[in-house]
Structures are given as C-alpha cells and as structure tokens.
Nanobody, 126 residues
Framework: QVQLVESGGGSVQSGGSLRLSCAAFGYTFSTYCMGWFRQPPGRGREMVAIINIDGSTRYATDSVKGRFAISQDNAKNTLYLQMSSLLPGDTAKYYC???????????????????WGQGTQVTVSS
C-alpha cells in the first residue's frame, strides 16, 4: 500500500528557507514520478515541482523557479523540496504526490495523481 508522509513545514519570515521531505512507503520508489503541490488558503491545489521517472524536473513557471529545488534520494525513498527566498505568497499547505502512469507524470494537474500525503503547512510572514 502506497503511503506518503510529509514533514518539514513550519513558520518562517520572508526571505527564509525550509526543506520539505516526503517519505515514501509501499512501492518501488524509482518507478514512480513524484511531485510537490500546494494549496493556498481559499484556492485550489497547484503544481509546484515535479520529478519524473527519468529524473527530469519541471517547475511551476515564474512563481517558484529559481527559488525552489526538487530532488529525491532513491536510497532513502525520500522526496525533497528545498525552498529559499520564501515570500508570503508561498504560504500554503504543501502536499507530495506520486503516480506511475505516464499520463499523470506528464501532467501538472493535481487530479491526475493517485497517491497523496497528508500535507504539511508552510506559513511565511512579512
């Protein structure tokens, strides 16, 4: 059974950094694509960054590129999101997601991803 467990969220001031982690259980880690999504208050869930099965990465345009970095450690079955230069607009609940289907892995749409963690809150104050 696939299980994803996020950690590392918290409250920081604008300009600060956080590293989110997502520990994965119940499947062969390297055969799934994984991603980070976030849901700001009162808004829908949006893609932040995806790492595909072949290791390629993509990011939400403009909003996070250059400030956030997605990575994974296959030996630890763990996905990371390093967030720097945080802004109040980054305040959201952050979720990791995973899927094995090509149609999902090539999509930025949250509804295409089958497996989700419980989320971790990130709050950035000005």
């Amino acid at each position: 059974q696939v299980q994803l467990v996020e950690s590392g969220g918290g409250s920081v001031q604008s300009g600060g950094s956080l590293r989110l982690s997502c520990a994965a259980f119940g499947y062969t880690f390297s055969t799934y694509c994984m991603g980070w999504f976030r849901q700001p208050p009162g808004r829908g869930r949006e893609m932040v960054a995806i790492i595909n099965i072949d290791g390629s990465t993509r990011y939400a345009t403009d909003s996070v590129k250059g400030r956030f970095a997605i990575s994974q450690d296959n030996a630890k079955n763990t996905l990371y999101l390093q967030m720097s230069s945080l802004l109040p607009g980054d305040t959201a609940k952050y979720y990791c997601a995973a899927d094995y289907r090509l149609s999902s892995c090539n999509s930025d749409d949250s509804w295409r991803y089958n497996y989700w963690g419980q989320g971790t809150q990130v709050t950035v104050s000005s």
